[in-house]
């Protein structure tokens, strides 16, 4: 099996398997179903961290409001009504005014932290560094653990504009966030290496031969951006490793240089008393025991 190190820019994203007949028109979409797959478990994670501080989001109409504008206003949040956390509420305002502050309690809180750590860890980029793969099973397995917790800790579901039950409904609009600029369109995925771009209708033997013990390091990207910058010879920190031996070296060689320079005091012709002890017939004298 070949292994792929996929990065995206200079930083490592996960592990793949595949062999040196797959057609690139195969690999490219499936690499692109696991970038994009990860990004929205992330996302998931961020948003349920703030559903178990702070609540379900509010309706559109609300968001950004003052208690005192909502009240002018005679608005009134019907779904945080409706969708309320197993076994009760604990008031916990949400500062930036997205959420209705009616946060599960502390058992419940705890539950869906522990499942957002556990989804990043399946998924995390520490994986790369582990030898451990990550697929599309992996990415779904980390959207269902994170869905089942949801089930649980809000039994009547979440309101139909909360972000999380868009992401899970593949539903979310990402247009006009930041998000929307780290998602890849698979019609638009570009995948490189050594320089080169692997396109559609060649297979990866073409480009890397027929071992199939070959691990490569890959990078994806949008189609358009030119050649990634090349990968440097030596990883961050094993340059910083080499800078500390040559500076250990350096200092080595600056304090052996000093005592060299020192040395010469201990030579015969340095000794300032040899003339004296010479007329006085001490030159050479060997004291023996007493």
Not at 123 to 133: E, F, G, P
Not at 151 to 180: K, W
Request: charged share 30%; proline share 5%.
């Amino acid at each position: 099996m070949v292994k792929l190190h996929i990065k995206h820019g200079d930083e490592s994203q996960f592990l793949y398997d595949t062999t040196t007949d797959t057609p690139i028109d195969v690999l490219l979409p499936d690499l692109v179903a696991i970038y994009n797959g990860r990004l929205k478990v992330n996302r998931v994670c961020g948003e349920m961290e703030r559903l178990a501080d702070h609540g379900v989001t509010l309706p559109p109409n609300m968001q950004g409001l003052t208690d005192e504008q909502v009240e002018e206003l005679k608005l009134k949040d019907e779904w945080g009504e409706k969708c309320l956390p197993q076994g009760g509420a604990r008031f916990k305002k949400d500062e930036v005014g997205c959420r209705n502050g009616q946060a599960p309690n502390e058992k419940m809180a705890e539950l869906l932290k522990k499942t957002v750590k556990e989804a990043k860890d399946l998924i995390s980029k520490k994986k790369v560094d582990a030898n451990v793969l990550v697929t599309q099973a992996t990415v779904k397995e980390a959207l269902d653990i994170l869905r089942g917790a949801v089930m649980i800790v809000y039994p009547m579901g979440l309101p139909p504009h909360e972000p999380i039950r868009c992401e899970f409904e593949n539903t979310e609009d990402l247009s006009g966030t930041q998000a929307s600029l780290e998602v890849i369109d698979e019609a638009m995925a570009s995948l490189w290496w050594a320089g080169k771009e692997m396109v559609p209708g060649k297979k990866l033997l073409d480009y890397v031969g027929k071992n199939e013990k070959t691990k490569i390091v890959a990078k994806l990207q949008k189609r358009g951006m030119g050649a990634p910058a090349r990968e440097a010879p030596i990883s961050g920190e094993d340059q910083k490793q080499l800078m500390a031996h040559f500076y250990k070296k350096q200092e080595e060689w600056k304090r052996m240089e000093k005592e060299q320079e020192d040395a010469y005091l201990d030579s015969p012709w340095a000794d300032g008393q040899q003339l004296k002890r010479q007329f006085q017939g001490m030159k050479d004298i060997k004291w023996g025991p007493r």
